[in-house]
């Protein structure tokens, strides 16, 4: 459940892309969106994307503001220039498409689905009332000159930071704005090679530099600058939960919007805070953001702000380069207690309402802290919980964390067996 380990939410489409699924996307944005915003990360097939985008919106007669090369937070943030935002990224060996909406926030599934339903239903365009095509090219420049006003002069710890040569190098230095260790820090406008994990190993040789210099923390980026994974003083990783909990505790939030499988260190972190639960995907949660004015949201694609309800790596790096000038993150994550967590998938019958209304009468009969329905099935135990999401392809996916091993296996076997009854439900 790391941060790394996850496939970016909201992006499209889901299947093979192709130029063809770039015009495609255009028309049917420009059906209902009359300005969009446009913007790509530094891979050749995504300025080729990128393109197949504009040229289906102009023909369909949107305008289009083309934001240039950026990071994929800079691209949320310059979608209040137009009706909706559009960031083409790397996606291995080909590129993708992520929509914003004109608050930043990323599409929701539903949006997403929406979005395919109405390609079919698009008239073909006559050509006679062609968009016209702005060069903007400062969406980068704007986030970070954002970053800077947002964030202020803080004192921040000694920051190695590796880029990659992507995107996120026309942004992190300044967001950071501490004493900085760059490496991979010019960006390379002609990426081929695939680009390898957020892990120990893609990020050895930050970890090798803030294990050399005394006192460094480390922040690695991805090439699409949307996502980042923080190194401690020791060189050692800290996990996507772990950095939430530290940022929520830091910044004392009023109100809190998470993903349904987010763990329960982030809870507890921000424990006078009003703490609400969405669906998993980034969408879900910072619309719940917005609607619920909340102050910060969380989901497996990083941390969100109220200002920019969208997952934003930078701002993330540059609290946490803060909060270290003063403590030890190392020491912060020492401190909290270790969360196991367990996985499963499995099958369900093939009558799902009647598998839906046997979860939740079961569920309804359990005595238990908490049940929230985003996204399946959360129930909160005193010593731990489980997340059933919602069937698909004739199976469901459980999750389980808790603090002792023992109970996670007795979660499992709660929550499989739920899953066991309520599939021959009458």
Same mark, same amino acid.
């Given at each position: 459940?790391?941060?790394n380990?996850?496939a970016?939410?909201?992006?499209?489409?889901?299947?093979?892309?192709?130029?063809?699924t &770039?015009?495609?996307?255009?028309?049917?944005?420009a059906?209902?969106?009359?300005?969009?915003?446009?913007?790509?990360?530094?891979a050749?097939s995504?300025?080729?994307?990128?393109?197949?985008?504009?040229?289906?919106?102009?023909s369909?007669g949107a305008?289009?503001i083309?934001?240039?090369? %950026?990071?994929?937070?800079a691209?949320a943030?310059?979608?209040?220039?137009?009706d909706?935002?559009?960031?083409?990224?790397e $996606?291995?060996s080909?590129?993708?498409?992520?929509?914003?909406?004109k608050?930043?926030?990323?599409?929701?599934k539903?949006q997403?689905?929406?979005?395919?339903?109405?390609?079919g239903?698009?008239?073909?365009?006559?050509?006679?009332g062609?968009g @016209?095509?702005?060069?903007?090219?400062r969406?980068?420049?704007?986030?970070?000159? =954002?970053?800077?006003l947002e964030?202020?002069?803080?004192?921040?710890?000694?920051?190695?930071?590796?880029?990659?040569?992507?995107?996120?190098?026309?942004?992190?230095?300044?967001?950071?704005?501490?004493k900085?260790i760059?490496? $991979?820090?010019?960006?390379?406008h &002609?990426?081929?090679?695939?680009?390898?994990?957020?892990?120990?190993?893609?990020l050895?040789?930050?970890? @090798?530099?803030?294990?050399a210099?005394?006192?460094y923390?480390?922040?690695?980026f991805d090439?699409?600058g949307s996502?980042?994974?923080?190194?401690?003083?020791?060189?050692?990783?800290?996990?996507?939960?772990?950095?939430a909990?530290?940022?929520?505790?830091?910044?004392r939030?009023?109100?809190?919007?998470a993903s349904? $499988?987010?763990s329960?260190?982030v809870?507890?972190?921000?424990?006078d %805070?009003?703490?609400?639960?969405?669906? +998993?995907d980034?969408g879900?949660?910072?619309?719940?953001?917005?609607?619920?004015g909340a102050?910060?949201?969380i989901?497996?694609?990083?941390?969100?702000?109220?200002?920019l309800p969208?997952?934003?790596?930078?701002?993330t790096?540059a609290?946490l380069?803060?909060?270290a000038?003063?403590?030890?993150?190392?020491?912060? +994550?020492?401190a909290?207690?270790?969360?196991?967590?367990?996985?499963e998938s499995?099958p369900i019958?093939?009558?799902?309402?009647?598998f839906?209304?046997?979860?939740?009468?079961?569920?309804d009969?359990?005595?238990?802290?908490?049940?929230s329905a985003?996204d399946?099935?959360?129930? $909160?135990?005193?010593?731990?919980?489980?997340l059933?999401?919602?069937?698909a392809?004739g =199976?469901?996916?459980?999750?389980?964390?808790s603090?002792?091993r023992?109970?996670?296996?007795?979660?499992?076997?709660?929550?499989?067996?739920l899953?066991?009854?309520?599939? =021959?439900?009458?």
């Open positions: 459940m790391e941060q380990e996850r970016p939410l909201g992006q499209w489409p889901e299947g093979v892309s192709s130029p063809e &770039g015009i495609q996307l255009g028309r049917a944005l059906a209902e969106r009359k300005r969009v915003v446009v913007a790509t990360d530094m050749r995504s300025r080729m994307m990128c393109e197949a985008l504009i040229a289906g919106l102009l369909q305008d289009v083309d934001g240039g090369i %950026a990071p994929e937070p691209a943030y310059a979608a209040r220039r137009g909706c935002a559009v960031f083409v990224k $996606d291995g080909q590129s993708r498409y992520v929509v914003f909406n608050d930043g926030s990323p599409f929701t539903e997403i689905r929406h979005t395919e339903t109405s390609l239903g698009i008239v073909a365009p006559d050509y006679s062609i @016209d095509r702005l060069e903007y090219g969406a980068a420049e704007e986030y970070a000159d =954002h970053l800077e964030l202020g002069k803080t004192y921040k710890s000694p920051t190695a930071i590796d880029c990659r040569c992507g995107t996120a190098a026309l942004v992190a230095p300044r967001a950071i704005g501490s900085v760059s490496i $991979d820090g010019h960006p390379d &002609g990426q081929r090679s695939a680009e390898g994990p957020l892990d120990e190993d893609g050895s040789n930050l970890i @090798d530099i803030v294990k210099e005394d006192g923390i480390g922040a690695g090439r699409s996502r980042a994974v923080i190194i401690d003083e020791e060189g050692k990783p800290i996990s996507h939960f772990e950095a909990a530290i940022v929520a505790s830091y910044l939030p009023k109100k809190v919007v349904a $499988d987010t329960s260190l809870e507890e972190s921000c424990a %805070a009003e703490y609400l639960i969405a669906s +998993c980034a879900s949660v910072a619309k719940k953001m917005v609607e619920e102050d910060i949201g989901c497996g694609d990083g941390l969100m702000y109220r200002d969208s997952p934003d790596p930078f701002r790096a609290i380069s803060e909060i000038y003063s403590d030890s993150l190392s020491r912060m +994550c020492l909290m207690p270790v969360r196991y967590w367990r996985e499995l019958g093939e009558d799902l309402s009647a839906t209304r046997g979860m939740n009468e079961n569920v009969e359990m005595q238990t802290v908490r049940v985003a399946g099935w959360r129930v $909160d135990l005193e010593g731990g919980w489980f059933i999401r919602k069937p392809d =199976h469901v996916r459980v999750l389980a964390e603090t002792d023992a109970y996670l296996v007795g979660l499992m076997e709660t929550a499989s067996d899953v066991r009854n309520s599939s =021959h439900h009458q």
